[in-house]
């Protein structure tokens, strides 16, 4: 039996070799392509783009009667279309609005000192809002105050530029110099636990640390093992008036803090905006 040339064996094994070779560079094209659309799936999803998301209209009572909740299907805001799946825009008969989880509640009470707009997992009505009983909002929730410091919303307003705003601590003094309430309801500087973080000279984002009391228990939230996040904005028209957004949400939806609280600084923005010609 003859023996085969060295050639001969060379020449057979090549082929194996070179069928390794084209497999592991398909397969490197195969990974990078994976690789590529995932990267690019990712960026989309989590960059902001208009997208519609679900309209909630809110009931309303206070001062003069209850009032019925706006109609409407969708509303167009700038998001990632990841976090536009859980969220849903939140919005009063007067165009007060919000952003919260979606499949929650709202409800407002309203007066001639200001305004509030809760969104909860759980339904709220007038009968528990106005009753003597009420106790505030215990767990997980979202309330967007407005107080007007042209009205009996000036106390209010005194309350939080004495913890926020010593640019004007006037204010306070001319509050105080009423004699309708005693000095000792405005104490001045903040709380010392909370975390203050100033965007501009009338804005102010705040963190309340769990089970302390802080700007988050200046709302109708209660102290619990959750954090209190938000942002207090004063409006420095002919009578300083005041915004305060409160908001403590499931550690699962904590993501949609930082879009609630930046979509209410872009509101009051845009409403401070001089008017075009």
């Known amino acids: 039996m003859e023996t085969p040339a060295v050639s001969d064996v060379k020449a057979v094994n090549s082929h194996p070799n070179w069928r390794i070779g084209r497999a592991s560079v398909l397969s490197f094209f195969l990974l990078l392509f994976v690789a590529v659309a995932a990267l690019l799936t990712y960026k989309h999803n989590n960059s902001p783009q208009p997208i519609d998301v679900p309209f909630v209209g809110c009931k309303a009572d206070g001062q003069v009667g209850p009032k019925d909740a706006p109609i409407g299907q969708y509303m167009r805001i700038t998001i990632s279309p990841r976090l536009a799946q859980k969220i849903a825009y939140y919005q009063d008969s007067d165009g007060v609005n919000v952003l919260g989880p979606r499949g929650w509640y709202c409800f407002e009470t309203y007066g001639s000192s200001g305004s509030n707009l809760y969104v909860t997992p759980m339904p709220l009505n007038s009968a528990d809002l106005f009753s003597g009983s009420w106790k505030g909002i215990p767990g997980y929730g979202i309330q967007l105050s407005e107080a007007d410091g042209g009205t009996s919303g000036r106390f209010a307003v005194a309350r939080i530029v004495a913890r926020l705003f010593p640019a004007h601590w006037d204010f306070v003094s001319d509050v105080i110099a009423e004699g309708l309430e005693p000095a000792s309801t405005f104490p001045y500087g903040p709380y010392p636990a909370d975390k203050l973080t100033y965007k501009n000279k009338d804005t102010v984002e705040y963190t309340t640390p769990p089970n302390t009391e802080g700007m988050g228990t200046e709302s ?33 939806m904590s993501d949609l803090i930082p879009v609630i609280i930046r979509r209410v600084e872009q509101d009051t923005s845009q409403s401070m905006q001089p008017p075009g010609p």
Do not use: C, H, K, M
């Not at 959750?226 to 008036?241: A, H, K, N, T």
């Open 220 to 252: 109708n939230f209660a102290a619990n093992a959750y954090p209190i996040r938000g942002v207090v904005i004063l409006y420095p028209d002919e009578y300083l008036s005041a915004a305060q957004l409160s908001v403590r949400l499931p550690p699962e």
